[in-house]
Structures are given as structure tokens and as C-alpha cells.
């Protein structure tokens, strides 16, 4: 029954599980760090330890790796630690090409830190096909990360060619979704080979969870050695951090829907802003990855968007400080809506321009985002 159910039942009744025990509705949350043997000293229960071993931790796998259509789902501590084990599986020597324009803390440690474990990558637009080919080494290229739409100039990639295109030279594809989601996108039907979520975002949803995801095409060889480097490197999900996630991906159809109605009126009307230089939104008919969104995005643009700020990064600033209903933080993807002069954020070699603000749109009354906006844009 499972396979006909739409996505929004999938997420809400997180899968329809029952706890056999207690006949509960809601899963319990199992703490236990280790497991009792049987008589014959086997272990039938499939548990014995538990960092690899977790019922909560399994029950998040399960629902995210339903929304996505995976054959295999792991959980992470944080999406970073999801991102850093699937690069490291890859092995020493291994070629990898990303975006330009990514998650800077990842693209920092590609940059920084890559290297050190035997990696070479290249940066590239993404968002222009004929500039991916010239980068990827057939042979050579061992993945092509994605990252769509892109923080935070929400540039789109096209997953179905970039994923033919990687594949003709031999290469996997994997696709950082964590803004999409799999409400909108879902990068394995697209020809992706893995999928991931910073689940601290979206998937979560209030701002009180970290944790990372990897939600793979095929249980191969890649899933295999990502599951040993999480269990080796201690890279685990907490079972009440998994019991929260749970709990947040039930109504994760119902918020990014909201979020992403805010994100599209306010766009339009902040493209049409005196203060404004440019609002970045892919759901914008302006925007130059407009039409790839619209073949690959189903019901929606995401909840983020940006706008570039008229006098520069002093404007952006004291536009920033001045709202009072969007609170002033980083991150993104949570219930309230967020604003960050993101440059700031990334420092020095960030392509992000200084004029920029970072919206995370969230569910509150658009009408009361759009009045704080206005404000604070006029000064």
C-alpha cells in the first residue's frame, strides 16, 4: 500500500508504523545502548550496539527514505557529517566536482580540508551544463555533487542532464535537496545516485534539531562504505534528536508548502521594491534558471530567496537590524522566518555578493513579513 500513498501521507502518518507493544500511535524512543544476546549467543534482534544500532534512528531512515523513493537511508548527527562520510567513502585519489556557488561551511572543508584525505576537487557552474562537462575527467571523476537550489543566489542545476552527463564519463551524481525537499524535488528520480538533506532545516523544521541524511539509489557499494565510515567515525543520530525528526517530518508537506507561498508573494513584491537591486527566487519568470525549475520542481519553488540591497553591504546591514518580525540568525528552514547579511557569514572568497540578505520565509502571515520588509527596506 505503501508505494500508491503521496508524499504528504507518507510524511504525516510517518509511515503508519504501530508500536506492536503498546499499540501506540506515536513511536517510542529507544535509548538503550546495547542489546541483550540470545541463549545461543547470537543476535536475532539485528541490535547489538548502539551507535550502529538504533529503532528510533531506523524509523527516521524509513520516512525519509520513503519521501525520496531510496533503496538505502542513513541518518547523520548533522548534514555536514552526512556530506563529509559519503565524500570520504569515495577513497583516496578519487576526483570530485562541485558547485561554485554551495553551503559554505562544505564547500569550505573541500576547499581546506578535501585534500588531506586524498580528494581533488574542482568548482564549477553547476548551472551550466557545457561548464560541468569540461570539468568532469572521464575515468577520473568519482562523483558530482549538487546543490539545488543553490545557497544563496538560488541558482538551479539540471539533475536529470548533469546526472547523464556524469554517468557517461562514469561518475556518480549526488544532490544536496536540503532546500528543495522531497516536496518539490526528488533528485533519484531525476537519475540522482544519492541524495542529501541537511534534516536540521527542512525535514526538522523548528529549529531545534540537528541532523544530516543520505538517501542512496541502490543498496551498492557506495551505501555500504558510507554505513562503515558513520559507524568507524561515530557519525550517528542521536535516538531523541531522531525522535524530534520524526515528529517535524509529519507535518513537513503542510510548512515548506506554506513557506514557499510566502517566499513567492514576497518575491514579487520585493523585485518590484524601490530598495531593491534584485530579488533572487527561482519561482521568478526573471530569474535565468526560471525554466529548469519549473521542469524539475513539482508544486513549488522552495522557501528561500534573497534580494540585493541598493547601497551596498552598510545598506544591507541596517536593513537587516531594523526588522523586527524576521529574526536575525543563520540557518534556515524552520517555522520562523530568518534574515542574514550572509556575506558576513562566509568571509573573505565568498562569491556571495555584500549587498545580499538571505530570506528563509517561513509560515507566519505574509502580510505581517511583507509590512516588517518594507519598513526596515525604507528605513
Known amino acids: 500500500m505503501r508505494e500508491t500513498l503521496r508524499p ?49 534512528v531506523r524509523e527516521a531512515e524509513a520516512v525519509i527514505g520513503a519521501l525520496e523513493g531510496a533503496a538505502e537511508t542513513l541518518a547523520f548527527g548533522s548534514g555536514m557529517s552526512a556530506a563529509v562520510a559519503l565524500f570520504l567513502s569515495l577513497g583516496a585519489g578519487a576526483h570530485v566536482v562541485a558547485p561554485t556557488v554551495m553551503y559554505w561551511a562544505l564547500r569550505n572543508w573541500l576547499a581546506k580540508d578535501a585534500a588531506g584525505f586524498g580528494l581533488s576537487v574542482d568548482f564549477v557552474d553547476t548551472e551550466n551544463v557545457a561548464a560541468l562537462e569540461r570539468a568532469v575527467k572521464p575515468g577520473v571523476t568519482r562523483l558530482v555533487w549538487l546543490e539545488t537550489p543553490s545557497n544563496p543566489l538560488w541558482g538551479i542545476s539540471d539533475i536529470a542532464e548533469c546526472a547523464a552527463l556524469a554517468h557517461a564519463a562514469g561518475a556518480m551524481l549526488a544532490v544536496d535537496s536540503t532546500c528543495a525537499t522531497p516536496i518539490f524535488t526528488r533528485p533519484l528520480s531525476l537519475g540522482a545516485d544519492v541524495v542529501m538533506h541537511s534534516a536540521t532545516k527542512y525535514l526538522n523544521g523548528h529549529s531545534d ?122 540557518s534556515l528552514g524552520g517555522v520562523e522566518s530568518l534574515i542574514e547579511h550572509r556575506a558576513s557569514i562566509e568571509g573573505p572568497g565568498s562569491p556571495c555578493p555584500p549587498d545580499l540578505l538571505r530570506l528563509s520565509a517561513g509560515v507566519e502571515d505574509v502580510e505581517d513579513l511583507w509590512r516588517d520588509l518594507d519598513a526596515a527596506l525604507r528605513g
Open 8 to 56: 504528504a501521507t507518507l510524511a504525516a502518518q510517518a509511515l503508519g508504523g504501530i508500536d506492536e507493544a503498546t499499540r501506540a500511535l506515536v513511536p517510542p524512543v529507544h535509548l538503550s545502548t546495547t542489546f541483550l544476546r540470545d541463549p545461543d549467543n547470537l543476535y536475532r534482534s539485528g541490535n547489538v550496539y548502539g551507535r550502529p544500532d538504533n529503532a528510533t
Open 209 to 330: 534539531v540537528i541532523a544530516g541524511a543520505l538517501a542512496f539509489a541502490r543498496a551498492d557499494a557506495l551505501f555500504e562504505r558510507t554505513r562503515d565510515i558513520r559507524k568507524a567515525h561515530g557519525l550517528i543520530l542521536h535516538p531523541f534528536e531522531a525522535f524530534l525528526l520524526i515528529r517535524g517530518l509529519r507535518t513537513l508537506d503542510l510548512r515548506v508548502r506554506a513557506s514557499a507561498l510566502n517566499a513567492l508573494r514576497l518575491a514579487h513584491r520585493l523585485a518590484a521594491h524601490g530598495s531593491v537591486l534584485a530579488a533572487l527566487y527561482p519561482g521568478l519568470p526573471s530569474h535565468p534558471d526560471h525554466n529548469t525549475a519549473l521542469k524539475q520542481m513539482q508544486g513549488g519553488f522552495g522557501g528561500m530567496l534573497s534580494i540585493r540591497v541598493k547601497g551596498g553591504a552598510e545598506a544591507a546591514v541596517a536593513t537587516a537590524a531594523r526588522t523586527r518580525v524576521w529574526k536575525r540568525a543563520t
